[in-house]
């Protein structure tokens, strides 16, 4: 993969490769762009060296919404001319209707679709109701050793859940989870710096990469989404609503825009490997480099205290539940 460009990396975890800080998120971003828009941001990217794009199949429980999302991908990462090493791709399992719908094929369908033999990583998740995670790692091993990628890690799961399938792989010599995707930024925190995960990612056990940075947008200025956005886990989002402007004022104040803020906090965070983000325009990738920048300036210390007020999810459980 290219190394070229300003976006720095971190390791994804103890067993993961070296990743960009910058990880482009799929959902709701590719199919509401131009054609000739995605290939340029997607070019852009790669000079920059943020080229790690996480993209999905959307076709299963609250996401059967019959996306184009990873057909776009790949058919813009083909007009930029991209050769597979220039970039890493994490793919998604989704856990909604597994074991019925089976690893093999999930990821047969999804890497088709895209037009690719191999993802690099993927993430294991969502889940409503029990999972039997010794067979989810068992089953991950399998497409491991087919071929199919390289690394996972999980999405939202209870640290419960999370912790079997640690000690079950290390038991087994399988392969074990190497990050995990959760809900983290300025607004919800309890999860990934609660006593639970916090340990681990702590013991460097794990690494983080923390998602829904935004809140749909939120956080960047856009107060009413249109378009689907996450859970709102806790019911809290009237309270993000209304801190924004406080946000904008601290952003402000360190001549930086809300979203560098948002980013700069994330990455302020030692365990975390990487920030997943939607951008929908070159211009917002340009921009969010700025957190980059903000994190050098001013200190992890300084961010994080300037920001301590926006915990806003402090009675969610910590542990997933």
């Not at 131009?34 to 990217?45: E, N, P, Y």
Request: proline share 4%; hydrophobic share 50%; aromatic share 10%.
């Amino acid at each position: 993969m290219s190394t070229a460009g300003s976006v720095p990396t971190r390791r994804l975890g103890p067993d993961g490769p070296e990743v960009p800080v910058f990880a482009l998120g799929s959902w709701n971003t590719w199919d509401r762009m131009g054609f000739d828009d995605s290939v340029a941001l997607i070019r852009r990217a790669v000079e920059l060296g943020a080229a790690f794009f996480d993209v999905a199949h959307y076709d299963m429980g609250p996401h059967a919404e019959n996306a184009r999302t990873d057909l776009i991908f790949g058919e813009a990462v083909r007009a930029a001319g991209l050769a597979r090493e220039d970039y890493l791709l994490c793919g998604k399992l989704w856990l909604w209707e597994y074991p019925a719908t089976g690893f093999e094929q999930q990821l047969v369908t999804s890497l088709d679709r895209i037009g690719i033999e191999k993802a690099d990583m993927v993430v294991v998740g969502d889940y409503m109701s029990p999972i039997d995670a010794r067979a989810i790692v068992i089953d991950v091993a399998a497409q491991i050793a087919a071929g199919r990628f390289d690394t996972w890690g999980v999405n939202n799961w209870a640290i419960a859940d999370l912790r079997v399938a640690l000690e079950f792989a290390e038991a087994e010599g399988l392969t074990a989870p190497s990050f995990a995707q959760l809900k983290y930024g300025l607004v919800r925190r309890s999860m990934a710096e609660g006593e639970h995960y916090g340990e681990l990612f702590a013991s460097g056990r794990i690494a983080l990469q923390a998602s829904d940075v935004f809140e749909g947008g939120i956080l960047a200025g856009k107060l009413a989404p249109v378009r689907k956005i996450g859970a709102d886990v806790g019911a809290i989002r009237e309270r993000i609503v209304a801190a924004y402007p406080e946000v904008r004022r601290i952003a402000e104040g360190f001549d930086a825009t809300p979203t560098q803020l948002g980013i700069a906090f994330c990455l302020a965070n030692p365990a975390t490997a990487n920030v997943l983000f939607g951008v929908s325009s070159r211009a917002q990738l340009e921009d969010n480099l700025g957190a980059i920048d903000l994190l050098d300036r001013v200190g992890a210390g300084a961010v994080r205290a300037a920001t301590a007020e926006f915990w806003l999810d402090r009675a969610v459980n910590a542990d997933g539940t």
